[in-house]
């Protein structure tokens, strides 16, 4: 028997990001927070439950705003969305309490994708443009895109809605209409009905909204299909993507199975040669390898009932080396006896025993069945020397090899720094990193890994001599493949982001907005004339920037700095009007008079008319430059943006002091 595995079988994107965000969250939560989230989190019962046993909530959405309000000081709440998204009306709701209360956190984990058809259906729309959307109107994630359209909505599930819209006169030839789907509906459904309003409506905007990573997951499947004597889809049932899935299946290979773990496999299997296994976007990857070990153990298990059938008898002769499975007798303080139904009683050693991490107690009792390996025969003593720890390495490296194999993506803490490279240790395993897969740059340090968990690719494998190269860099570069795209798929112009400058050049700095860099131009880094952006900015410095253009084939963004809010000008406007007196800073002397900042990059200019309550020959004789005094500001010229000030009016209020006849253009 062959089993296969789809490439693309599990979470996606999307999900992922849900799950691991809300593990790092209950991780690292104190235990006065609580965690809640809007509906289960994903459709797969196995995750929610083990979420559950951590302490989080499921809830229902009208459980939401009460909860929310409810936070103090004593029981701060966490909301978390889920990545099929929410409707618009509660998003709303909750922001404006996270607003209001400190102690209230709101969490939004819908997938970036979901998000980008809620910006179609509430940018796309008005009172008289109709949205369509293919999907279920029940729903969570069709809910959510429904609630941000301005017209009426209707939602079809089959090319037979859509033909009744226009017969019906609901939608007519010329109605202004936009066309979105649910993002895991079947691509070839999708493709019909994209046509069928692209032939009969004039008047279209479609949008190709199903997930790149469904539709990949959905093609790959059909050619398992079509491979394979039997597909297993794992999944939840309650989840849309995996019924959707199993039917994409179902319709090539009749003997589709749909399970939601391995627990619900069952049935003969003899007649397959090579059975295919694929997965739902909210199955987790330990489902799906549970199941292919089930499949894989089916061949290994009926060969060795045919062998104890030509025993005739039930007790096995045993040898150094061997796996045996055995029947906990009694445990002490020193030693497990096992029956092994043979003529030698199996010993293990207590310190062999596996400990509960939970409950710190011995992980089993009396009456529990046991794999160990055989390290010792004594005939003479009548006892099988067992070992635990040896089953426990021996299948560790299956998983090192399975994870070569297929590509899994390993977590493990790095222990020790070693010559030209680091090892990472996973359970008894040890596997080596050379320093060009760390991620270090060349020459660094690697000795500062020591100590952390890191997730890693095995890269190269030694079955001889059981070793495994691993590669953190592999797991790092499609992390940010991943995010480049959920970033590219989410980008807007005017978005705002929080960067860090990473390099500089003479025309602008390059900035770091999390995997993606921008260019802002130096025109865009300060209101003040500079001739190079080090005159205001350094590599590392955080930088606030928004989005002014992007290019997303020549993977290009132009980002800027200069607001309004930031404009000196519009600050100086804002806090000062004419009348006013403000403490100023001499920063220039001429013949005709002296310039004084008023606020930073704005100066106004303080006629030498104005500087003294009598007529004087030279400002120098009675300013200096850094000095601070009052004056009043007696003219603004809002076209020129120029400042007139005066010491004079302060010294002689009973005056009327008119601002100084411009004879000459005096620059700034």
């Known amino acids: 028997?062959?089993?296969?595995?789809?490439?693309?079988?599990?979470?996606?994107?999307?999900?992922?990001?849900?799950?691991?965000?809300?593990?790092?969250?209950?991780?690292?939560?104190?235990?006065?927070e609580r965690v809640y989230t809007v509906g289960n989190l994903i459709h797969n019962p196995r995750v929610v439950e083990d979420f559950a046993r951590r302490g989080v909530t499921a809830i229902a959405e009208d459980e939401a705003l009460p909860l929310a309000g409810s936070a103090t000081p004593e029981a701060s709440v966490h909301i978390v969305l889920r990545a099929h998204g929410v409707e618009r009306q509660l998003y709303d709701a909750l922001k404006r309490v996270e607003e209001e209360n400190p102690f209230f956190r709101l969490h939004d984990m819908t997938c970036p994708f979901v998000a980008k058809i809620h910006r179609h259906a509430q940018e796309e729309t008005d009172e008289n443009t109709v949205l369509v959307v293919l999907g279920d109107s029940e729903h969570p994630e069709v809910k959510g895109i429904v609630s941000y359209a301005k017209g009426a909505v209707y939602t079809v599930r089959s090319l037979e809605d859509c033909e009744n819209l226009l017969r019906s006169g609901q939608i007519m030839p010329d109605t202004p209409l936009v066309l979105v789907t649910q993002t895991t509906k079947q691509i070839n459904l999708w493709k019909k009905i994209e046509l069928f309003f692209k032939k009969y409506c004039t008047n279209a905007k479609i949008f190709d909204t199903i997930c790149s990573v469904t539709e990949n997951r959905q093609s790959e499947a059909v050619a398992l299909a079509r491979a394979c004597d039997c597909v297993i889809v794992v999944g939840g049932r309650n989840s849309a993507n995996t019924r959707s899935l199993y039917e994409t299946v179902k319709r090539e290979n009749p003997n589709a199975i749909l399970c939601e773990g391995v627990e619900e496999l069952s049935g003969d299997f003899s007649h397959c040669q090579i059975i295919g296994i694929t997965a739902g976007a909210s199955t987790p990857r330990y489902i799906i390898e549970e199941v292919k070990q089930k499949m894989s153990e089916i061949k290994e298990i009926r060969e060795e009932e045919n062998f104890a059938e030509l025993l005739e008898s039930s007790l096995k002769t045993l040898n150094t080396g061997d796996i045996v499975t055995g029947v906990i007798t009694s445990i002490n303080t020193t030693e497990i006896h096992v029956d092994l139904s043979t003529k030698g009683t199996g010993v293990l050693s207590a310190e062999e025993m596996p400990i509960d991490p939970e409950t710190g107690k011995p992980a089993f009792k009396v009456g529990d069945e046991i794999e160990a390996f055989?390290?010792?025969?004594?005939?003479?003593?009548?006892?099988?020397?067992?070992?635990?720890?040896?089953?426990e390495r021996m299948s560790e490296w299956k998983k090192i090899m399975a994870a070569h194999t297929e590509g899994t993506v390993l977590e493990g803490k790095i222990t020790d720094a070693v010559k030209g490279g680091v090892i990472v240790t996973v359970g008894f395993t040890k596997v080596f990193i050379p320093a060009s897969q760390t991620g270090i740059a060349k020459d660094g340090d690697c000795s500062t890994l020591v100590g952390t968990v890191q997730q890693f690719t095995i890269?190269?494998?030694?079955?001889?001599?059981?070793?495994?190269?691993?590669?953190i860099k592999t797991v790092l570069k499609q992390k940010r493949k991943e995010a480049q795209e959920a970033f590219w798929a989410n980008i807007e112009e005017g978005q705002k982001f929080e960067g860090t400058v990473k390099s500089m050049t003479s025309y602008g700095a390059f900035v770091d907005l999390g995997g993606v860099d921008g260019m802002v131009h130096v025109s865009e880094l300060s209101w003040s004339r500079i001739k190079n952006p080090a005159e205001v900015v350094s590599v590392g410095d955080k930088l606030t920037v928004f989005v002014k253009s992007f290019d997303k084939e020549k993977k290009r963004i132009s980002l800027g700095c200069k607001t309004e809010e930031t404009n000196p000008w519009n600050i100086f406007t804002n806090t000062y009007k004419e009348g006013d007196v403000a403490k100023v800073t001499i920063v220039g002397l001429t013949p005709f008079g002296a310039f004084a900042e008023i606020v930073s990059d704005v100066d106004g200019l303080i006629h030498i008319s104005q500087i003294a309550d009598k007529k004087i020959a030279n400002p120098a004789d009675h300013l200096t430059i850094g000095q601070t005094v009052d004056a009043k500001i007696i003219g603004i010229d809002t076209e020129k943006k120029k400042v007139s000030l005066s010491i004079r009016a302060l010294l002689v209020p009973e005056e009327t002091v008119e601002e100084p006849v411009d004879t000459e253009e005096v620059s700034e």
């Open 1 to 32: 028997m062959t089993v296969k595995v789809a490439s693309l079988a599990g979470f996606c994107f999307g999900v992922k990001r849900a799950v691991e965000y809300l593990d790092r969250l209950v991780s690292e939560k104190k235990p006065t």
């Open 459 to 471: 890269i190269d494998i030694d079955e001889q001599k059981n070793r495994a190269v691993g590669s």
């Open 374 to 391: 055989v390290v010792r025969v004594s005939d003479v003593e009548g006892v099988v020397g067992l070992s635990r720890k040896k089953i």
